[in-house]
């Protein structure tokens, strides 16, 4: 992400759901044991230790989960460290990070929004723009957005933008809220997730995030993308189409 924050997935074939992966300060899978401490290049205060977890949630046995980390290193300072499984006290599995081959976005899986003006919003803000939303092989996406007429106050990151269970932005109700696979993860159309956008002082906004909601091209295509404001209020509402 443009952040330095990275999208950690799991796709594992696992029986116990109360189990974590972190990345480890090792770079071999035979010096676990109970000293090995997370891959971080500052300590982590006590009360975010647990935003360097990704919680394994378990659906017939398999996990496909995410979440959004951020320890301080790029790809580069990754390579080649442990990811490790743990049921705690005991380690269950582990594994060497390497590159991955052809996992970039996809221009032939890619999904485009329009955006205008939220069903009832009175401006205030008129905010315009598009919104992509291109898929890689492992289910991914790179969520990327060109915005114009967002507050200013928007450049502290903290201003959502994320895809809709609804399939229309005709009125409120049909927008309905954030669209996510619950069975299988957490919902990250969160600030914690990184679903924000950043602006400048003249209140555009151009960027992208990488996340993973649990469903595929096909089940996001046709679904609401929505703009919020530092309230949390929605501005403006987009339905994303097939781009060929």
Same mark, same amino acid.
């Given at each position: 992400?443009?952040?330095?924050?990275?999208?950690?997935?799991?796709?594992?074939?696992?029986?116990?759901?109360?189990?974590?992966?972190?990345?480890?300060?090792?770079?071999?899978?035979?010096?676990?044991?109970?000293?090995?401490?997370?891959?971080?290049?500052?300590?982590?205060?006590?009360?975010?230790?647990?935003?360097?977890?990704?919680?394994?949630?378990?659906?017939?046995?398999?996990?496909?989960?995410?979440?959004?980390?951020?320890?301080?290193?790029?790809?580069?300072?990754?390579?080649?460290?442990?990811?490790?499984?743990?049921?705690?006290?005991?380690?269950?599995?582990?594994?060497?990070?390497?590159?991955?081959?052809?996992?970039?976005?996809?221009?032939?899986?890619?999904?485009?929004?329009?955006?205008?003006?939220?069903?009832?919003?009175?401006?205030?803000? *008129?905010?315009? @723009?598009? #919104?992509? +939303? !291109?898929?890689?092989?492992?289910?991914?996406?790179? $969520?990327?957005?060109?915005?114009? =007429?967002?507050?200013?106050?928007?450049?502290?990151?903290?201003?959502?933008?994320?895809?809709?269970?609804?399939?229309?932005?005709?009125?409120?109700?049909?927008?309905?809220?954030?669209?996510?696979?619950?069975?299988?993860?957490?919902?990250?159309?969160? *600030?914690?997730? @990184?679903? #924000?956008? +950043? !602006?400048?002082?003249?209140?555009?906004?151009?960027? $992208?995030?990488?996340?993973?909601? =649990?469903?595929?091209?096909?089940?996001?295509?046709?679904?609401?993308?929505?703009?919020?404001?530092?309230?949390?209020?929605?501005?403006?509402?987009?339905?994303?189409?097939?781009?060929?």
């Amino acid at each position: 992400n443009e952040d330095g924050s990275f999208l950690m997935t799991t796709d594992l074939e696992i029986g116990n759901p109360n189990s974590v992966a972190f990345i480890a300060n090792t770079t071999s899978c035979n010096e676990i044991d109970q000293y090995t401490f997370l891959h971080n290049l500052e300590p982590v205060p006590p009360d975010e230790v647990s935003n360097q977890f990704v919680g394994l949630s378990v659906v017939d046995g398999f996990s496909n989960n995410a979440s959004r980390i951020d320890n301080g290193f790029l790809a580069d300072g990754n390579e080649g460290y442990a990811i490790v499984i743990v049921m705690f006290p005991v380690y269950i599995g582990c594994g060497i990070l390497s590159y991955a081959i052809n996992n970039e976005p996809s221009d032939g899986m890619l999904l485009k929004a329009t955006m205008d003006v939220y069903p009832g919003y009175t401006p205030g803000l *008129t905010v315009s @723009g598009s #919104v992509a +939303v !291109a898929y890689r092989n492992d289910g991914t996406f790179k $969520f990327s957005y060109n915005l114009e =007429g967002v507050e200013t106050t928007c450049a502290d990151g903290t201003c959502g933008i994320h895809i809709h269970a609804g399939t229309s932005c005709a009125t409120d109700n049909a927008v309905q809220g954030h669209y996510w696979n619950w069975l299988i993860l957490q919902d990250l159309w969160t *600030t914690a997730g @990184g679903a #924000v956008y +950043v !602006a400048d002082d003249m209140g555009n906004a151009e960027g $992208f995030f990488s996340l993973y909601n =649990g469903f595929s091209f096909g089940k996001n295509l046709g679904h609401a993308v929505v703009v919020h404001d530092h309230n949390g209020t929605r501005i403006a509402c987009g339905v994303l189409e097939a781009f060929v």
